[in-house]
């Protein structure tokens, strides 16, 4: 939740996720975040969205670095992932004042950054979160990479496995559709790749604690 966390030195946080959306300010230091919206290295001044349920894992760097954690409004809009503030003091100052303005703050005042793929194993992880339905065996194939290199080098860069990073994408782009759109349940299981709605129902359960229909019914 809100509050400022240390990252040490060197060390490294296993993937996990959260049940919010929220903002990390990096006051101080540096780290590399990898990600489902990709991987980062930020520094002090920038910040990472990060949308409900995503999940990430963090490595520190020599320094250490000190985040200011800010959760963001449930029914905020905004594209995940890293951006940079011209004035991070002036949002560290208004969090410890009022946290739901800085939030605020924060989200008109952040300048996003363009996605720039260093190696494989990022643009690997933007083809799943943008296709659900890629088969990993054809695009080894295609980029000329044996399929256990890729699934080493990727799980890792990101803490997990091509498949369970694909799954997770496709469980969250589910739940997304369950909550903003009226479209049939068993049409966003086709669509998104799932074997059936079952399918979809339990990753959508295991994701977010909740079934579809009970994510529907609170709209």
């Keep these: ?23 990390a300010l990096i006051l101080k230091g540096g780290y590399e975040e990898s990600g489902d919206a990709g991987r980062f290295d930020v520094r002090e001044g920038d910040v990472i969205l990060h949308e409900r349920f995503e999940a990430h894992c963090n490595r520190g760097s020599p320094f250490g670095a000190v985040i200011l954690h800010i959760v ?40 996003m950054k363009q996605a720039q793929f260093r190696d494989w194993p990022e643009q690997l992880a933007a083809e799943l979160s943008r296709n ?33 990073f694909r799954a997770a994408a496709r469980a969250r782009r589910a739940w997304q559709a369950i909550r903003t759109s009226r479209e049939p349940l068993v049409d966003i ?4 790749g799932f074997a059936d709605q079952a399918h979809m129902t339990r990753s959508v359960r295991c994701l977010t604690g909740r079934a579809p229909r009970a994510w529907r019914a609170c709209k």
């Design 189 to 192: 299981a086709a669509r998104l």
């Design 72 to 111: 963001l409004p449930g029914d905020s809009e905004f594209q995940s992932g890293a951006g940079q503030l011209a004035d991070p003091d002036l949002i560290a100052r208004e969090a410890e004042r009022n946290p739901a303005s800085a939030a605020v703050l924060l989200l008109q005042t952040t300048a």
């Design 132 to 164: 659900t339905a890629l088969n990993l065996t054809a695009w080894s194939n295609e980029q000329g990479i044996a399929p256990w290199t890729v699934s080493r080098g990727f799980e890792s860069v990101f803490g997990v496995s091509p498949s369970a």
């Design 1 to 23: 939740m809100n509050g400022k966390e240390i990252v040490p030195s060197f060390g490294k946080a296993g993937r996990h996720s959260h049940g919010y959306a929220f903002a």
